[in-house]
Nanobody, 124 residues
Framework: QVQLIESGGGLVQAGDSLRLSCVAS????????MGWFRQVPGKEREFVAA????????NYADSVKGRFTISRDSARRMVALQMNSLKPEDTAVYFC?????????????????WGQGTQVTVSS
């Protein structure tokens, strides 16, 4: 079993930056792929970013490419999402996810473990 606890959400203005963190516990963090999804009310969960267990591979949704950066710190069992140049359309609940397979981290139906989410609100 894996527990994922997100932090760092909040209310910011358009153009600001925010850094989300996710701390994992319960199993071997270093062998799991990690990622972030987001969801707004009434819509499906949307893939945002993923990072492989080694940190050598990353992928981003087109909507955040060039603005968001995912990173991981295995010693601290933490994955972070640095969000720059935030837009009102980035407003959502952001979820941290993990899975033993990198290929499964891109889909909300296959990523195995989920955090509770943290709210990000970007005002215009």
């Amino acid at each position: 079993q894996v527990q994922l606890i997100e932090s760092g959400g909040g209310l910011v203005q358009a153009g600001d930056s925010l850094r989300l963190s996710c701390v994992a516990s319960g199993r071997t963090f270093s062998t799991d792929a990690m990622g972030w999804f987001r969801q707004v009310p009434g819509k499906e969960r949307e893939f945002v970013a993923a990072i492989s267990s080694s940190g050598g591979r990353t992928n981003y949704a087109d909507s955040v490419k060039g603005r968001f950066t995912i990173s991981r710190d295995s010693a601290r069992r933490m994955v972070a999402l640095q969000m720059n140049s935030l837009k009102p359309e980035d407003t959502a609940v952001y979820f941290c996810v993990s899975d033993s397979a990198y290929s499964r981290i891109f889909s909300s139906s296959s990523a195995r473990f989920w955090g509770q989410g943290t709210q990000v609100t970007v005002s215009s």
